[in-house]
């Protein structure tokens, strides 16, 4: 009975998408008791290990976000005490987490991908490192954070990337400006769900305040593109989230130039594999134009929970 199942809902964490964490953690944990679940919150730290001993939760529901929650760390621990938990194991979270290792098996299966290159971000001082405009994302980090765009005319890379208020790493990824839509597809299981277009609202790019911030931007699912290009994306989203290795839920995300022809450039950016479960998130609202409630949504992945994954 799933009344009986206790829920660890683990979320917070030491990140910098702690807030986005803490938000998709508390909706999580509501959603699942009103689907009669146990659950017990709780805030990641680095005595989680022996919380959880003490805990002794039937599952972990992962809302954690970012470094340690997304890129197989906690998934390590978690396999390590034996405890079932929801969405990717370690190595396919690792492996997603890394912007340039995904890209790699991503395009090994056929699924196309924006040329780009990983470089110190001290070695973008003087000179382009490409033909503007490109972008320049932090390897392993979500939310958007650290993402600059720089744009045709700009005469140098950005100085923040090599200024001290760098905090993503040193690693960055120059990578490909596509003009273009945004597109995602969410898969769960071994389905994709639909595909919705995200539209920022006031912002140049789909960042952390159009992500985040209510208002921030438009959610149009589904996605007013041709049959050819939906379904291609739903493939597509499918194809990553079986290459990389994904388990339970994932979100893939894609730009679409159509300025020239319908069919235009698809380009597969990068596969989520902790989509964010907020008030404004992405995944919650394509389960729900596929007819899955959010309490059946998050059952769902508490269900679908184990080890080894």
Not at 42 to 63: K, M, Q, T, W, Y
Not at 106 to 130: C, W, Y
Not at 218 to 240: D, G, M, N, W
Request: with cysteine.
């Amino acid at each position: 009975m799933t009344d009986k199942k206790h829920v660890a809902v683990l979320m917070g964490g030491f990140s910098s998408e702690r807030p986005v964490s803490l938000a998709s953690g508390e909706a999580c944990a509501a959603a699942l008791e009103r689907a009669g679940y146990q659950v017990t919150r709780v805030d990641v730290g680095r005595d989680i290990s022996e919380r959880l001993r003490a805990l002794a939760p039937d599952v972990c529901f992962n809302a954690l976000h970012g470094p340690f929650g997304e890129d197989g760390s906690i998934q390590g621990v978690l396999e390590y005490l034996e405890i079932p938990y929801s969405h990717s194991g370690v190595l396919a979270s690792a492996l997603a987490m890394d912007k340039k290792l995904s890209k790699i098996v991503a395009k090994v299966q056929g699924i196309p991908v924006a040329e780009s290159k990983v470089m110190n971000r001290f070695d973008l001082t003087s000179a382009h490192p490409m033909p503007p405009p490109y972008v320049v994302k932090p390897v392993a980090e979500g939310s958007s954070f650290g993402i600059v765009i720089v744009q045709a005319d700009q005469p140098h890379p950005p100085q923040i990337i090599t200024s001290d208020e760098w905090r993503y790493g040193d690693r960055v990824m120059v990578e490909r400006y596509i003009h273009g839509r945004e597109l995602t597809c969410t898969v769960m299981g071994d389905v994709a769900l639909g595909v919705t277009e995200i539209v920022p609202v006031g912002h140049t790019f789909y960042d952390y305040d159009a992500k985040y911030v209510e208002g921030g931007s438009k959610h149009v699912c589904p996605a007013e593109i041709s049959p050819f290009v939906y379904q291609k994306i739903r493939t597509l989203a499918l194809k990553a989230h079986q290459a990389i290795g994904c388990r339970g839920v994932s979100r893939s995300d894609f730009r679409y130039d159509d300025r020239f022809s319908e069919n235009g450039e698809l380009v597969w950016l990068e596969i989520n594999t902790q989509p964010g479960m907020t008030p404004t998130s992405l995944a919650p609202e394509m389960a729900a134009q596929a007819g899955h409630s959010f309490e059946e949504f998050v059952s769902w992945m508490v269900e679908d929970a184990t080890c080894c994954r």
